[in-house]
Nanobody, 125 residues
Framework: QVQLVESGGGLVQAGGSLRLSCAAS????????MGWFRQAPGKEREFVAA????????YYADSVKGRFTISRDNAKNTVYLQMNSLKPEDTAVYYC??????????????????WGQGTQVTVSS
C-alpha cells in the first residue's frame, strides 16, 4: 500500500513557475514508476509526465514538453513536477500516481495503482 500526498499548488500569473511535490509513504517507493496527471473542470483527466523507478526514463505530454520537468528523489520518497512558463490552459487539479513496476512507465491513468488527493494549480492571464 502506498499513500501519496501532493503539495505545492497555488495561484500564479502566466509565465510564472511552480514546483509540485508528491510525498509517498512506505519503504518501497523506489520500486514504483510515478506519473503526474491533471484534470481541468469539465474535462477528462489527462497525462502530464511520468518517470521510471530509477529516474532514468521520463515521458511528457506534448502540451508540456520543454516547460515541465519531472524528477524524483528516492531517498526522500518524493517525486517532483517543476512547471515553468505556465499558461492559463495549465489550470487544473494535478494528481500524482504510482505504479509498482521496474519495467513499465505508464502514460494511461488506468494503469496506475495509487493516487494522491490532488493539488490545485491556477494560472491567471
Amino acid at each position: 500500500q502506498v499513500q501519496l500526498v501532493e503539495s505545492g499548488g497555488g495561484l500564479v500569473q502566466a509565465g510564472g513557475s511552480l514546483r509540485l511535490s508528491c510525498a509517498a509513504s512506505g519503504r518501497t517507493f523506489s520500486s514504483y514508476a510515478m506519473g503526474w496527471f491533471r484534470q481541468a473542470p469539465g474535462k477528462e483527466r489527462e497525462f502530464v509526465a511520468a518517470i521510471s523507478w530509477s529516474g532514468g526514463s521520463t515521458y511528457y505530454a506534448d502540451s508540456v514538453k520543454g516547460r515541465f520537468t519531472i524528477s524524483r528523489d528516492n531517498a526522500k520518497n518524493t517525486v517532483y513536477l517543476q512547471m515553468n512558463s505556465l499558461k492559463p490552459e495549465d489550470t487544473a487539479v494535478y494528481y500524482c500516481a504510482a505504479k509498482r513496476s521496474f519495467t513499465r512507465v505508464p502514460i494511461l491513468s488506468n494503469e496506475y495503482d495509487y493516487w494522491g488527493q490532488g493539488t490545485q494549480v491556477t494560472v491567471s492571464s
